[in-house]
């Protein structure tokens, strides 16, 4: 044979095509603004196949957006709008200083070059631009779409995140979502702290999206913006925005991940995959994304042990006996034991480390662990001192460490299941 290795490469070219074709897209996004991006980009970081639809061009995603001085949100700055901020910087870790300087001055094109350079390095997402939905339905295998392109397409989770929800005006009245009379929040906010899927700064106000709120406008995996419904669009609220948007693109992708109902979303888990990709559940003003202990205080926030009082975390405030003590015995019912033995007011170092061997069920090596790696691994820059109160800060690290009460299941509600 005269030319072997043609007649080979001609053999391997279908197999090599077919292991390039991207999978079949599970997740729909549809809209043209940030908060469709930033839906669509958590959808495809939680390694879902995620087909974004607009209606417009990524090119015009900020033409309704004109940012050029950012003056609030300071400090609570995260996630996909934190990534956008640092790619603009060219800083590789989050830092609330440098988010700062940056959004001083932000022109629509760095913002548009920081927003395509993130969507470039997401294989399993997919952009279909100037294309609309003609038809979308709930099926027996999910949602039916067909695209003014005449493309059909099968989804297991929907979101709409156009601004008008114009999606949802597409769908057939028995498949959509109604509104409900009361949309009134009645959980505590122990609850809320458990159950917080994003923040964000309003009208110099903070908010906070929960799990139950989130999840309220949403039937059979379809998603909207009604959480926003609240927030008339400016300039100084696209952080929140987006922070609420990536919220709902994580909860719809956790649904097509994992082929299950709206309903059936674990907690801990939705919070696990945004804190995996950055985002700002600690609605405090004095805990820098970049201090080396934000993750432990972070998860220590969700449990509800230390709550953000002033916005502010505290984490220099010494630990009392008396507000952990009703926390603690709701997280680890075997805590009450080790309470009836141990009494005071600011718990002590040497106390606090018995405290969490007793609640992680380990051993004298959490003491040699902490002795050898207080300056390095665990990064306290105090002196080794086990004689004098702990703090919140510190506190958050050795619980987190050593005992995980964030590993302890809450329901939608915020209630403890264990």
């Known amino acids: 044979m005269k ?27 549809y809209g043209n603004g940030l908060e469709a991006y930033a839906a669509a980009v958590q959808g495809a970081l939680s390694n879902v196949p995620t ?13 309704t957006e004109k940012p050029s001085q950012l003056t609030i949100n300071h400090s609570l700055d995260g996630g996909i709008w934190m990534k956008l901020l640092m790619e603009m910087a060219d800083y590789k870790s989050p830092n609330d200083s440098v988010a700062t300087i940056i959004k001083q ?16 390095k997401l294989p399993p997402l997919t952009i279909v631009e100037s294309t609309s939905i003609k038809k979308i339905a709930w099926g027996r295998k999910g949602w039916q779409a067909q ?33 409900e009379a009361n949309t009134q929040s009645s959980l505590s906010d122990l609850q809320r702290a458990r159950t917080t899927l994003a923040i964000g700064t309003d009208r110099n106000s903070i908010r906070t999206l929960t799990t139950s709120e989130l999840l309220r406008s949403v039937k059979n995996n379809f998603f909207s913006l009604q959480s926003l419904s609240s927030f008339e669009p400016s300039v100084e609220n696209i952080p929140l925005r987006m922070h609420y948007a990536q919220a709902i693109g994580a909860a719809a992708g956790y649904t097509a991940f994992f082929e299950v ?13 945004l804190l995996t990709y950055k985002s700002r559940l600690l609605p405090a003003i004095d805990a820098a994304s970049e201090h ?26 010494e630990v009392t006996y008396s507000e952990i003590r009703p926390i603690l ?17 600011e718990l002590l170092w040497k106390d606090a480390i018995e405290l969490v061997k007793f609640l992680g069920t380990r051993g004298q090596e959490v003491n040699r662990q902490i002795a050898t790696e207080w300056n390095n691994k665990l990064q306290f820059d105090t002196v ?21 009460p964030y590993g302890v299941t809450v329901t939608h509600a915020g209630e403890v299941r264990r």
């Open 3 to 29: 030319y072997p290795f043609l007649v080979f490469a001609c053999l391997l070219l279908p197999i090599i095509l077919f292991g390039q074709r991207k999978p079949k897209p599970t997740l729909l996004v």
């Open 261 to 273: 109902d709206a309903a059936q979303i674990d907690v801990r888990k939705l919070q696990s995959e």
């Open 51 to 63: 087909l974004w639809v607009m209606n417009g061009n990524l090119q015009d995603l900020m033409i």
């Open 292 to 317: 080396p202990h934000f993750g432990s205080w972070q998860k220590i926030y969700l449990t509800g042990l230390f709550p953000v009082e002033n916005n502010r975390f505290s984490s220099e405030k």
């Open 147 to 179: 695209l003014s392109n005449g493309k059909r397409y099968t989804f297991r989770s929907v979101i709409d995140a156009s601004t008008d929800q114009g999606l949802a005006s597409v769908v057939p009245e028995q498949d959509r979502w109604k509104p």
């Open 105 to 120: 001055d932000i022109t629509i094109e760095r913002l548009l070059i920081a927003t395509n350079q993130l969507v470039q």
């Open 384 to 404: 080794y001192d086990l004689d004098r109160p702990i703090t919140r800060g510190e506190f958050s690290v050795i619980l987190d460490q050593f005992a995980n």
């Open 329 to 345: 015995q709701e997280l680890y019912s075997r805590s009450q034991l080790w309470f009836l033995d141990h009494d005071g007011e």
